[in-house]
Antibody
Framework: EVHLVESGGGLVQPGGSLRLSCAASGFTFSSYWMKWVRQAPGEGLVWVSHINPDGSITNYADSVKGRFTVSRDNAKNTHYLQMHSLRTEDTAIYFC??????????WGQGALVTVSS | QSALTQPASVSGSPGQSITISCTGTSSDVGAYNSVSWFQQHPGKAPKLIIYEVNNRPSGISDRFSGSKSGNTASLTISGLQAEDEADYYCASFTRTSTWVFGGGTRLTVL
């Protein structure tokens, strides 16, 4: 059975940092593009970043570029999102997901990040 | 990276058909056939229901169909059922190798 489990969310002050992890199991993690998608409370989905299977290609939404860094460890079947200089508008549930373009498409249940003083 | 434009809400009665539009630009929806649609029930993760404009993943009902004309993609749900009540999002790959979602459409089954 496929599982994507996000962890590392929590409450952080503006300007602070947080690292999210996404642990994958039940599929060949090293073959998949991985995404981070966020959803502010009561709002829509927003693509945040992606990384290719070997980690050599990454890309980011303009709103997080220069502040967030995506990475992966295929030996640990884990995908990461390092977040710096957090802002109140970064408050959201952060989902990790596999490729949005083709099935199979797997999603985690999300990790809540709250940026507040 | 502006969000794709979707209607905020649509509604229909059981058995009817509805269509949700998703309008982008020649840099995203109009650029490739990489348009996907996701269904999200409250408190749940999104679920892929259409990929590459008009393809259904295994296990998705044939009541769901997709199409595209120019910079606008569409999702049609026929034979509406109560369990179709959810939020629906389109997503498109873009010329800058990023992804962009639509703002989402709340479907109410009357």
């Amino acid at each position: 059975e496929v599982h994507l489990v996000e962890s590392g969310g929590g409450l952080v002050q503006p300007g602070g940092s947080l690292r999210l992890s996404c642990a994958a199991s039940g599929f060949t993690f090293s073959s998949y593009w991985m995404k981070w998608v966020r959803q502010a409370p009561g709002e829509g989905l927003v693509w945040v970043s992606h990384i290719n299977p070997d980690g050599s290609i990454t890309n980011y939404a303009d709103s997080v570029k220069g502040r967030f860094t995506v990475s992966r460890d295929n030996a640990k079947n884990t995908h990461y999102l390092q977040m710096h200089s957090l802002r109140t508008e970064d408050t959201a549930i952060y989902f990790c997901a596999t490729d949005l373009r083709l099935p199979p498409n797997y999603w985690g249940q999300g990790a809540l990040v709250t940026v507040s003083s | 990276q502006s969000a794709l434009t979707q209607p905020a809400s649509v509604s229909g009665s059981p058995g009817q058909s509805i269509t949700i539009s998703c309008t982008g630009t020649s840099s995203d929806v109009g650029a490739y056939n990489s348009v996907s649609w996701f269904q999200q029930h409250p408190g749940k993760a999104p679920k892929l229901i259409i990929y590459e404009v008009n393809n259904r993943p295994s296990g998705i009902s044939d009541r769901f169909s997709g199409s595209k004309s120019g910079n606008t993609a569409s999702l049609t749900i026929s034979g509406l059922q109560a369990e179709d009540e959810a939020d629906y999002y389109c997503a498109s790959f873009t010329r800058t190798s990023t992804w962009v979602f639509g703002g989402g459409t709340r479907l109410t089954v009357l």
